[in-house]
Each structure stands twice: as structure tokens, then as C-alpha cells.
């Protein structure tokens, strides 16, 4: 005769419980959007302002990097000055 189970002793058992939310770390912390204003308040606070034409932007900066020097050429410059340095 086989074994009867005990339901009493099942249902003492702990079981996981499940998180009321799905995704429970979603739930937590601003959304994105509430984020965004959060940037865009502080952004005010400084005085700064977003970027809108970003091709203007960079004719303003563009001038940062010499026309007639390559990336190749500054990173032999560094590598020689960081040698001369360790010796």
C-alpha cells in the first residue's frame, strides 16, 4: 500500500513569494522621462543649453585639432614622449 502524504506538512512549507510587479527593478526610480527633465532642470540651473545644430556646433569646435596633423601622427609623438619619460 503505498505512503499517504500529509497535506498539513506540505502546506507549513515556505514558498517563494512572488514580486507584485513583474520586472520589480523597473518599478523603482524616476521613469525616463521624469529623468530627462531632472538633466534638463539642472542643465538650466548652470546655464547651458542643448545643442540644436549640431553641424554648427562643430564648425565652432572643429578647429581643435591641427588640419595638417593626423591622429597617427600625434599618438607617435605621445608614445616617444611617454619612452623618454620612463627612461
Known amino acids: 500500500m503505498p ?6 506538512s506540505s502546506s507549513t ?3 517563494r513569494e512572488r514580486p507584485k510587479v513583474p ?4 518599478a ?3 521613469t525616463p522621462a521624469e529623468r530627462r527633465k531632472q538633466v534638463e532642470e539642472r542643465m538650466r540651473q548652470r546655464g547651458l543649453a542643448p545643442i540644436e545644430d549640431f553641424d554648427r556646433y562643430l564648425e565652432e569646435v572643429s578647429d581643435f585639432w ?3 596633423e593626423t ?3 600625434f599618438l607617435v609623438w605621445l608614445r616617444r614622449l611617454r619612452r623618454e619619460g620612463s627612461s
Open 28 to 30: 523603482q526610480g524616476p
Open 23 to 26: 520586472y520589480s527593478s523597473l
Open 13 to 15: 512549507k515556505r514558498r
Open 66 to 68: 591641427p588640419k595638417d
Open 71 to 73: 591622429s597617427d601622427e
Open 3 to 8: 505512503a499517504k502524504r500529509n497535506p498539513s
